[in-house]
């Protein structure tokens, strides 16, 4: 064979190569649904969480529950009571997070390093002051209603970009 042909079906044979893989990959992302982060729902009973995914990374534990268990070496869950009370994850800088699960976006498509206009209102997120806010970056909050249950949907911005995406029960 020429370098002509052997080029040509090289090309050939990586194009192919590369459409199976950009079709592959939406097969297995699960869309996108509030409450949830990598697979982890707020209101999940912490034994169901074990269950499927084990004990993840304790960073402290007390008799009523603990606190920052990592997932996935990267998804951050809060347990009270028994039940998943907050999920969080963090993009890796100022916060010392470790980002979220590959491809992970909210419902309304919003995800680590999406630009945040300098506004006091967003695609319905209300900019707002947390007790133990930190000058340099802004809080933005939302309500979201998921099968009767009430979800606080928490974004922190530095620089004009989404740090921080956190999912936590509400009551009410």
């Known amino acids: 064979m020429s370098a002509r042909h052997l080029s040509a079906l090289f090309g050939t044979v990586i194009a192919v190569a590369l459409s199976a893989v950009v079709v592959a990959v939406p097969a297995h992302a699960a869309a996108p649904v509030w409450g949830k982060i990598g697979g982890i729902g707020v209101g999940m009973l912490q034994d169901t969480v074990i269950y499927h995914y084990g004990v993840g990374e304790r960073d402290s534990c007390t008799d009523k ?59 319905s997120y209300t900019r707002y002051t947390p007790r133990d806010a930190q000058y340099d970056l802004y809080s933005w909050k939302k309500q979201v209603r998921v099968g009767g249950r009430l979800i606080g949907i928490y974004l922190t911005v530095e620089k004009g970009k989404v740090i921080s995406i956190g999912e936590s029960a509400l009551t009410g």
């Open 65 to 123: 529950g603990c606190a920052d268990v990592r997932y996935y070496g990267k998804v951050q869950v809060v347990f009270e009571h028994g039940r998943v009370a907050a999920i969080y994850c963090t993009a890796p800088g100022s916060l010392a997070g470790r980002g979220c699960p590959p491809g992970f976006a909210l419902p309304d498509r919003v995800a680590l390093g999406t630009p945040v206009p300098y506004a006091k209102r967003w695609r």
